[in-house]
Every structure is written in C-alpha cells, then in structure tokens.
C-alpha cells in the first residue's frame, strides 16, 4: 500500500491538539495544548474561553505538529478534521483553519466523528501495555466513556457501528467532574477522584447503582445526587478521610456498572475483543473491573491517547480518506454528531 501521511486537527473541547500519522497507524507527532488551566477556576469547560484559546493556539500547534513529525505540507496526503461533536465554537475553529490550510495547500480535507477518533485509537502502533496496535479482528465492543459520552458500541467493520446503549443523562466522566465539584476536588475530576481514592474504602458508603435491567444503557444522575446529599451536611468541612471514602465508593459504583454492561454486552454478541476508549478510560479501576469479567482481551490505549488528542483523528481520517470520503468547502460544524 502506498504511503499516506495524515494530519489530523481536533478542536472539540477544551484541547487544541494536532498530529502527524503515517500510514494510520504510526505516530509521527502528537501535540495538544491544554486549557486546563484556563477553565479550572470553573470547574468545568467555558465554552467561549475556549473558542478563544483554540483561535490562539490552533496555528502554533499545527506548525509544532509538522516541525516534530519532520515533515512539510508538500509530505502531506490529506488533511482530517473533527466535525462533531462537541462544542460549536470549538469545532469552528478546527474545522474553518483545517478548510483554509487545504485550500491553500491543495490537499483533500476528511471529516472526522470525534467519537469515531476515540475508537480509532487502538489501531495506532504505541508498544504500551494492554494496547491492541491494531491487528484487530471483528466484531470487536467499544466502551466509550469521556466527558461528553458514555456509548457502548458494537463494531462490526471498519465504520460499521451499532450504538447497543448510551447515557440517558450524565456521560460517566460528567460525574465524575462533579462529584469532585462536591468533595471540593481538583479540574478535571476524573484523575483527582482516583487519586482520592486511591486511600479510600470502596464498601464505606453503598451508593445507588442504576442497572436498567434489559437494557445497555447507563444512568448516572441517581449516583451522583446520592452522593450530594452525603456531602451536604458536611458544608466546607469535609474531613480527608470522608473526602477518599466517598471518591473510592462513587468510583466502585460508576466502575461496576460500566464493566457489568461491558461483559453482558461481550459475551451476548461475542466479539474477538473489547477496546475502551475516551478519558475515562485511563481510570485504573475501570480497567480492572472489565478485564476482571472478561475472557476476550480488554485493550486499552496509553494515558496520553485516552483523553482527547489529534492522532487519533488521524488514525481515523486515514482509513475515511482510503474509503474515499472527502468533506468538500461547505463542511460545516455538526456540535450533536452521534455514531452510525
Ligand atoms: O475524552 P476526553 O478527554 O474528552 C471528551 O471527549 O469529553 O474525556 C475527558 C473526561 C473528563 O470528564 C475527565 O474527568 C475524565 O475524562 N477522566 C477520567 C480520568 N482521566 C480523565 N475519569 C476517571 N478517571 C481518570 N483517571
Ligand atoms: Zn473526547
């Protein structure tokens, strides 16, 4: 097969991130700049502050990108972009820089599905432990769980997706931002949660789980009140220990849920392998708790391709590009894009 070089720009959220992958699986630059920082004082993305940063960073990340890949836009094959979902402001940025490089450059431009990215992760070549780098056989389960998303999907064939279930309220990394709102936690929760927990009791307290019998779907709004209505009496006084206990148990609950739908769905379509995928899926817990239940293999991604990053955008729009999809100048923004 000859050889393609993707750049991939993703600018849905709170990251602005691009990277150089060649052949859709081998990295050759990896570059995300965080806003972090910027929306930690509120604990949770600012949606217009990001736009801005995104305006900011956007045209300095690209030239990083092909600086540390080594590469020129002459090197380039194609252009790929996330298109949705995610938040309007953000997307625009990406997507209308993406559009002005590849008409100046004459290159083809690819829309991305941000949520496809997060799936494509595992067919990126990273030697870390647990990671698939590819060689996957079909149907493979994909358990997507970020801040936005909460998707248990069967996959297959490469773009063939059925959505078995989804969040019918909070997305799994959702709650844990705001649980570590109330436990008066660090931004972005997820990381900060398991930190705490890390010393605390997961059976200290037996927190609500939502297990929507018959179904493949999630809830996670009863978890999180159940939780508020713990920490209120507590007002600004919430001792270390209480602050671990109740991270350690929310975490058992939303871990067990999600590894218990996983299994019932694995072993109900008999898929070669499960793939976890999107932010949350760095959670230590998590990643037990599934593979503990499964006897296909469990892949995961490392750390740095868990939570949102361009290569994984690239890694996609190669296998989109060698399908033959092409976005043409009126790509437009799509902030509500699902799977399938
Ligand atoms: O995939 P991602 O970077 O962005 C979205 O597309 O939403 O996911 C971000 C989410 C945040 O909610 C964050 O708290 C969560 O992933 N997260 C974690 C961990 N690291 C990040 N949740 C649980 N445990 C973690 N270690
Ligand atoms: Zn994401």
């Known amino acids: 097969m000859e050889r393609l070089r993707v750049l991939g720009i993703e600018t849905s959220c709170d990251e602005t991130a691009a990277a150089v992958v060649e052949n859709g699986d081998t990295i050759l630059s990896n570059v995300v700049s965080s806003q972090i920082a910027l929306h930690a004082p509120y604990g ?10 995104h305006l900011e960073a956007i045209g300095p990340v690209v030239e990083q990108a092909l600086a540390e890949a080594h590469v020129g836009w002459g090197d380039l094959d194609a252009i790929a972009v996330t298109y949705g979902p995610g938040l309007p402001g953000s997307l625009l940025v990406g997507v209308n820089y993406a559009k002005g490089v590849a008409l ?5 431009l690819v829309p991305v599905n941000h949520l496809e990215g997060h799936v494509y992760v595992h067919w990126l070549k990273t030697g870390a432990p647990g990671a698939a780098d590819g060689g996957l056989e079909f149907p493979v389960l994909v358990l997507i769980v970020s801040g936005g998303h909460t998707d248990l999907v069967l996959m297959r064939g490469h773009g063939q997706y059925e959505v078995l279930g989804s969040t019918l309220d909070d997305a799994a990394g959702e709650a844990f931002d705001k649980v570590a709102r109330m436990l008066h936690l660090s931004y972005p929760g997820g990381p900060a949660i398991e930190q705490a927990a890390a010393t605390g009791n997961p059976n200290a307290y037996d927190l609500p789980r939502a297990r929507l019998q018959g179904t493949y779907n999630f809830s996670f709004s009863g978890l999180k009140t159940a939780v508020l209505r713990l920490v209120q009496p507590y007002g ?4 270390p220990r209480v602050v671990a206990d109740l991270a350690a148990s929310f975490q058992a609950a939303v871990t067990e849920v999600l590894a218990e739908k996983t299994a019932q769905a694995a072993e109900a379509f008999r898929v070669r392998a499960v793939l976890l995928s999107g932010g949350v ?28 990053n361009a290569a994984m955008i ?3 729009g190669t296998y989109r590009f060698r399908a033959g999809v092409r976005a043409g100048w009126e ?5 509500g894009l699902r799977l399938a």
């Open 281 to 308: 899926s760095a959670n230590k817990a998590l990643r037990m708790a599934v593979r503990a239940r499964l006897t296909v293999p469990v892949y995961t991604a490392p750390l740095s391709l868990c939570t949102d």
């Open 44 to 53: 949770g993305v600012f949606p217009e502050l990001a736009s801005r940063a």
């Open 104 to 108: 100046a450059r004459g290159l083809p």
């Open 314 to 316: 690239a890694a996609c």
């Open 331 to 335: 790509l437009d923004v799509e902030p």
């Open 236 to 239: 600004d006084k919430l001792r």
